[in-house]
């Protein structure tokens, strides 16, 4: 079993590594489902950390219908962190009909000219045919996908998860994230799923003031418990 954690945050790339996780996904905001982390940050978490750090590429909030304006962004901070060292991206580009749109082909070529992993994050659950779209998904040459089984947890989308790994297991990495803990990782690795995602943060404070958000920390204790669950 491998675990990513996800985490926009230096502390959660060194609890991750200390604490025995195989990959990071490096986001900005995660309270928005994680957008682009800055350019500082991502050299930060490579230079000082000690473990694979896959960059977030998404450009804002919101739908992943992009204009080519947004393209064009996500273009250029995929060059650049592969400049910075990143072990891969992870980004998603839908049409307006929920389907993947053929510019995922020429964004997971670019990143691949660099010799980094990709993976196609949860747009994936926002497809109107998962069937169809993991295979244009395959074809492209994506070598993940994270996914919570088109639903809002991967616990309640298990069946569809399973079923992706039964299918498309042996032709692409199938990773379950989304509402992923102690007490649920046996029931994805009872799927053969082999690769798990999830976020651990725990407020600070209660409350947010001026509508400036809630400043978090990393929840070692769940990183610890998720890991220790599989022993």
């Known amino acids: ?5 996800c985490t926009d945050s230096l502390e959660g790339v060194i609890a991750a590594q200390e604490l025995g996780c195989n990959r990071v996904e490096l986001c900005a905001a995660l309270s928005i489902g994680g957008i682009t982390p800055s350019f500082g940050m991502v050299k930060q978490c490579v230079e000082r950390g000690n473990i694979e750090i896959h960059a977030m590429i998404r450009p804002r909030e919101g739908d992943f219908v992009y204009t080519e304006e947004e393209i064009e962004v996500m273009e250029y901070n995929i060059k650049q962190f592969a400049l910075l060292g990143v072990k891969g991206v992870v980004f998603g580009v839908l049409n307006s ?3 993947v749109a053929d510019t995922n082909k020429h964004l997971c070529e670019l990143a691949k000219s660099y010799q980094l992993e990709v993976t196609f994050h949860r747009a994936f659950d926002f497809l109107i045919d998962p069937n169809s779209g993991i295979e244009k998904i395959i074809s492209i040459g994506f070598d993940r996908i994270l996914s919570s089984g088109l639903s809002d947890t991967a616990e309640k989308g298990l069946a569809v998860l399973e079923m992706l790994q039964l299918n498309y297991g042996e032709k692409i990495q199938i990773m379950a994230g ?3 803990n102690a007490g649920n990782v046996s029931k994805f690795i009872h799927t053969g799923i082999q690769q798990i995602h999830f976020t651990a943060r725990k407020p600070i404070s209660d409350s947010s003031q001026l509508e400036m958000g809630i400043k978090m920390e990393v929840d070692k204790t769940k990183i ?4 220790s669950s599989i022993n």
């Open 97 to 99: 009909n929920s389907t």
């Open 224 to 227: 610890q418990r998720i890991m």
């Open 1 to 5: 079993m491998k675990f990513e954690l």
């Open 178 to 180: 989304s509402g992923v």
